[in-house]
């Protein structure tokens, strides 16, 4: 594998020839300042640019710096050199240096890259140093004892610099905080699998990674309605999650009171409706990703799934399969006539579940009653789903079609959880966490 060294060029030019000599690359990339008095005259002037001294003294004169390690034709002025016209100035420094190393992981992208940023100024070296972290450059420092404070002598060592504090620093502190903000679990997930992969990590520190990283895997895997497999990945944490694992078991419960394929070991029996709650939530976090059309799905979900638990838990009637004689007298022969010759069965949509409800439910506070109050609403509502590209049209949803979708929606599903659930008690749902104190690494 071929390696590619990247060098900030100022002052002696003793610590850069031992770096190439001690890491031995098939290609260096010297970043310099520019202008008359930059180092670049190190890398590109003719006769011997290059000053060994001693204090103020100049001991020795030596050739630029490819023609003294003998690069011949592995250097190209064109490519392998970063001129920086203000040294000073970091943020161009990291922008220029990080285009370089994504310009040389596109053209070779099997080749090992390496910096070390011994020379140039301090803002040279702490953008070299910086890129170097962000794109995993292996990061280099040549040393030795240092007898004065204005520079490295004679006697260096390139030693491998320890980035590992910073990177986990960066990646749980700054990197994480912001994936979660999105809710983006699989991120967080990739990244902590990185950090576990990439780095020889001190014990403790492994532990709390793998912590972190079976927590929002688990977060993942709710997100994604896989409900028993985040149980089994939050369960061993619910010392710092109880709220929202004692939530997660109640939702289990409510979907394994409707859903008769899932069968979970852990379940807790609480008002039945949790997971339209979850389907809520579930819709708040799209949102936050600005993904409209799926927090209409869900919340669409939401509105089916409230008639289909209230239906089955007041008067035993499965929406997918309707019990006729379940049905007041009054009923059965408009909804007799729904049964489909194929398969034998009465089945209910949205709003045939809600019509079943305004005629089985006659009083006000009640959901059949809410129904008949916001019936046209709701109606009018659903035309925005029934239009979008997951449903049946091919309209975009964005924020303001969304919010008025979901003042209705949600507006509904609210006050009707509120009668229904009157003089419950529970665990109120709680979003997905944003941030969680899990320690420090």
């Not at 040393?143 to 030693?159: C, F, K, M, P």
Request: proline share 5%.
């Amino acid at each position: 594998m071929s390696k590619v060294l990247f060098l900030t060029v100022g002052g002696s030019p003793a610590p850069l020839i031992s770096a190439v000599n001690n890491l031995r690359p098939q290609r260096v990339v010297f970043i310099c300042s520019d202008g008359p008095r930059g180092s670049i005259s190190q890398v590109l002037q003719d006769g011997t640019p290059c000053e060994i001294r001693e204090g103020t003294t100049v001991k020795d004169r030596l050739p630029n710096l490819p023609t003294h390690l003998q690069l011949g034709d592995r250097f190209h002025p064109e490519t392998d050199v970063v001129a920086l016209p203000d040294p000073d100035d970091l943020s161009d420094a990291y922008q220029q240096i990080c285009a370089k190393i994504l310009e040389v992981r596109q053209t070779t992208p099997e080749a090992e890259l390496a910096a070390d940023y011994t020379g140039g100024t301090k803002t040279m070296s702490l953008a070299l140093g910086t890129a170097a972290i962000d794109h995993q450059v292996s990061l280099y420092l040549t040393s030795a004892n240092r007898i004065n404070l204005i520079r490295v002598d004679r006697g260096e060592a390139t030693e491998r610099a320890s980035t590992l504090k910073p990177i986990l620093q960066r990646t749980l502190h700054q990197v994480i905080p912001g994936l979660l903000e999105q809710y983006d679990y699989p991120a967080i997930a990739s990244q902590l699998q990185d950090l576990l992969q990439t780095y020889e990590l001190p014990k403790e520190d492994k532990v709390h990674i793998r912590m972190q990283r079976q927590i929002w895997q688990g977060f993942d895997a709710w997100d994604r309605f896989d409900h028993e497999a985040a149980w089994h990945l939050l369960a061993p944490h619910i010392r710092i999650l109880q709220p929202h694992a004692l939530f997660l078991k109640r939702v289990i419960g409510s979907r394994a009171l409707i859903d008769p394929e899932f069968t979970p070991e852990e379940k807790t029996r609480g008002t039945g409706y949790e997971l339209v709650q979850d389907l809520l939530l579930n819709a708040e976090r799209r949102v936050k990703q600005q993904r409209y059309d799926d927090a209409v799905g869900r919340l669409y979900r939401a509105l089916e799934l409230f008639a289909q638990i209230h239906l089955l838990k007041e008067y035993g009637l499965r929406t997918g399969d309707v019990d006729i004689e379940l049905l007041p007298s009054p009923l059965r022969e408009g909804y007799e006539s729904q049964r489909q010759s194929r398969t034998g069965k009465i089945q209910l949509a949205l709003l045939q579940s809600y019509e079943v409800l305004g005629q089985m439910e006659a009083a006000d506070a009640s959901l059949g009653g809410l129904y008949r109050q916001q019936k046209e609403a709701l109606i009018d509502a659903l035309r925005v789903r029934n239009f979008s590209l997951f449903a049946h049209g091919f309209q975009p949803v964005g924020q303001n079609t969304y919010e008025a979708f979901s003042q209705v929606v949600v507006g509904f599903i609210q006050a009707g959880l509120q009668q229904v659930c009157a003089g419950s008690k529970g665990h109120l749902p709680l979003q997905f966490p944003q941030c969680l104190d899990l320690g420090s690494a």
